[in-house]
């Protein structure tokens, strides 16, 4: 049988990733804007991408949130500025970005684990989604070792 999520709780875990999520669509956004070099083309559509799935993962957090019966906060998770804005630098920012967000529904699978099948499962699609994205990242980073 399986054991009664505590709501409150979760709901803090997922605000959290709706704010993490809504910092990358700004993030994405203004690589898209900033990435120049001859890899300028390829990599605007790329972190437009990204910027667009940002905003549909906090998007399915909050539906499940206020799902939930909490209430996400307008927070937007803090987001530093390197002004570095080499191809590289951005990919690895980027990167960072997603192993950050990984630790984040990695702590919500562990919260809601053998309490909800739903949300165990959306944890580790999540999961799942992150991990795909920090592969893609480091195949970027190989043309600068």
Do not use: W
């Amino acid at each position: 049988m399986l054991q009664q999520i505590n709501n409150e709780k979760v709901c803090k875990f997922l605000d959290k990733i709706i704010s993490h999520e809504l910092a990358g669509v700004v993030r994405y956004t203004h690589y898209s804007i900033m990435v120049t070099g001859t890899a300028r083309l390829s990599l605007v559509n790329f972190f437009k991408q990204q910027a667009n799935e940002s905003l549909t993962h906090a998007q399915q957090a909050g539906d499940i949130l206020t799902g939930l019966g909490g209430h996400p906060s307008m927070k937007i998770h803090h987001i530093e500025e390197s002004n570095n804005h080499s191809v590289e630098n951005i990919i690895e920012e980027s990167m960072n970005h997603e192993l950050e967000a990984s630790k984040l529904y990695i702590e919500l699978l562990n919260e809601v684990k053998d309490k909800s099948i739903y949300l165990e499962e959306y944890a580790r699609s999540m999961i799942s989604n992150e991990e795909v994205h920090t592969l893609e990242m480091r195949k970027l980073l190989r043309h600068f070792v």
